[in-house]
């Protein structure tokens, strides 16, 4: 199947600084990749849809200064936490949507291994 | 918004015996996806249904949509330890792109 990596895989910063987190589809083109953040033994709660050469869409209560998202090619879309806090810790997954066909009840989500954040 | 209930929350069987999660959803979906996640790691793809009272088997997976596109189950016959992990549903509603994961229900296999 498609492959999806992340980088880094884990990540632990102190309180105040920015931590930049890739997600790059490496043997397909992805015009949409998604970020999610999964909280312990909790579902996946979507954060942004991100489609190559736009704005990235957010979802309600998501704070679009401090999740700075940037898809700026086909296979690389970017999440920046700015101004990390210790409530910022988490595992964050971003996904990325592979076209099968012309409409989207035939794509299907490829996941990332995800990042764990620790913010000190 | 809408929402996505996963039933039961844990679930612990033998191995050998059958297991099956209930998916929920407070609107109609367009289509509905599941997604396995074992311990430690990402969610895995394991199918799509878009029709109406859809039924997909996948050995001994069996997944079924409803006749309203507003539930699912995912329903494993003969349970065995790589069974293990948690099992998610998520269901997109009208032409938007985004999926909304269900609660997740998470299955303990003892050998």
Not at chain 1, 67 to 82: E, G, P, Q, R, Y
Not at chain 2, 28 to 54: A, D, M
């Given at each position: 199947g498609?492959?999806?990596?992340?980088?880094?895989?884990?990540?632990i910063c102190k309180s105040g600084t920015s931590v930049k987190i890739e997600c790059r589809s490496l043997d397909f083109q992805a015009t949409?990749?998604?970020?999610?953040r999964q909280f312990p033994k909790q579902s996946l709660m979507l954060m942004a849809t991100s489609n190559e050469g736009s704005k990235a869409t957010y979802e309600q209560g998501v704070e679009k200064d401090k999740f700075l998202i940037n898809h700026a090619s086909l296979t690389l879309s970017t999440l920046?936490?700015?101004?990390?806090?210790?409530?910022?810790?988490?595992?964050?997954?971003c996904s990325a949507r592979a076209l099968s066909g012309r409409d989207y009840s035939t794509d299907t989500q490829y996941f990332g291994p995800g990042t764990r954040l620790t913010v000190l | 918004g809408q929402q996505v209930m996963q039933i039961p929350q844990y679930q612990h069987v033998q191995e050998g015996e059958d297991f099956t999660t209930y998916c929920n959803s407070s609107t109609t979906l367009s289509n509905i996806q599941w997604y396995k996640q074992r311990p430690g790691g990402h969610p895995v793809f394991l199918i799509q249904l878009v029709k109406s009272g859809e039924v997909k088997k996948q050995k001994r997976l069996t997944f079924q949509f409803g006749e309203a596109k507003k539930n699912s189950s995912l329903?494993?016959?003969a349970t065995q330890t790589t069974d293990v992990g948690t099992y998610f549903c998520a269901g997109r509603s009208g032409g938007y792109q985004k999926v909304t994961f269900g609660t997740g229900t998470k299955l303990q296999v003892i050998p």
């Amino acid at each position: 199947g498609a492959v999806v990596s992340q980088h880094p895989s884990r990540v632990i910063c102190k309180s105040g600084t920015s931590v930049k987190i890739e997600c790059r589809s490496l043997d397909f083109q992805a015009t949409t990749m998604f970020w999610y953040r999964q909280f312990p033994k909790q579902s996946l709660m979507l954060m942004a849809t991100s489609n190559e050469g736009s704005k990235a869409t957010y979802e309600q209560g998501v704070e679009k200064d401090k999740f700075l998202i940037n898809h700026a090619s086909l296979t690389l879309s970017t999440l920046t936490v700015t101004s990390a806090h210790p409530e910022d810790s988490s595992f964050y997954i971003c996904s990325a949507r592979a076209l099968s066909g012309r409409d989207y009840s035939t794509d299907t989500q490829y996941f990332g291994p995800g990042t764990r954040l620790t913010v000190l | 918004g809408q929402q996505v209930m996963q039933i039961p929350q844990y679930q612990h069987v033998q191995e050998g015996e059958d297991f099956t999660t209930y998916c929920n959803s407070s609107t109609t979906l367009s289509n509905i996806q599941w997604y396995k996640q074992r311990p430690g790691g990402h969610p895995v793809f394991l199918i799509q249904l878009v029709k109406s009272g859809e039924v997909k088997k996948q050995k001994r997976l069996t997944f079924q949509f409803g006749e309203a596109k507003k539930n699912s189950s995912l329903h494993i016959t003969a349970t065995q330890t790589t069974d293990v992990g948690t099992y998610f549903c998520a269901g997109r509603s009208g032409g938007y792109q985004k999926v909304t994961f269900g609660t997740g229900t998470k299955l303990q296999v003892i050998p």
